[in-house]
């Protein structure tokens, strides 16, 4: 199970959002920018190390995750999102995927590639001129 962000460790500022909202949106801040610092974090160095190794834009060359959540019209709301979007990066780096380990090919598939290209050997062999 991947470890959890502690929300301590994370930084939020309150900024107003973009888009459509009337008067309103001139007026309050309900967007929310999370700022995460990777190196600084109790994170596993191991998974701070993959974490940092995702091609992901929201990483900065500092190694500092900033989140930027508007999706809600609260500031709880766009927090809890955003924290939640940072826990899915976190878990995204956390799974290592299994290796693949070579295998050979069995004899059956062998003899059938074989016999198909022998097949298709024939096949072009049969195209060639007619000579009397």
């Not at 610092?37 to 990483?59: H, W």
């Not at 900033?66 to 809890?80: D, G, T, W």
């Not at 004899?107 to 298709?120: A, T």
């Amino acid at each position: 199970m991947p470890p959890k962000v502690d929300p301590s460790e994370v930084e939020f500022h309150a900024i107003r959002a973009q888009g459509a909202g009337g008067q309103n949106v001139n007026k309050v801040s309900n967007a929310v920018h999370l700022r995460f610092d990777v190196a600084a974090s109790s994170l596993p160095e191991a998974l701070k190390a993959r974490l940092l190794a995702l091609a992901d834009q929201r990483i900065t060359e500092g190694g500092v995750i900033v989140i930027k959540a508007q999706e809600h019209r609260s500031l709880p709301m766009n927090q809890a999102d955003a924290l939640a979007r940072l826990q899915a990066m976190v878990d995204q780096a956390a799974h290592v995927p299994k290796a693949r380990r070579a295998t050979k090919p069995t004899k059956g598939s062998q003899r059938r590639r074989v016999d198909s290209k022998v097949k298709r050997g024939a096949i072009k062999a049969g195209r060639g001129r007619v000579s009397d």
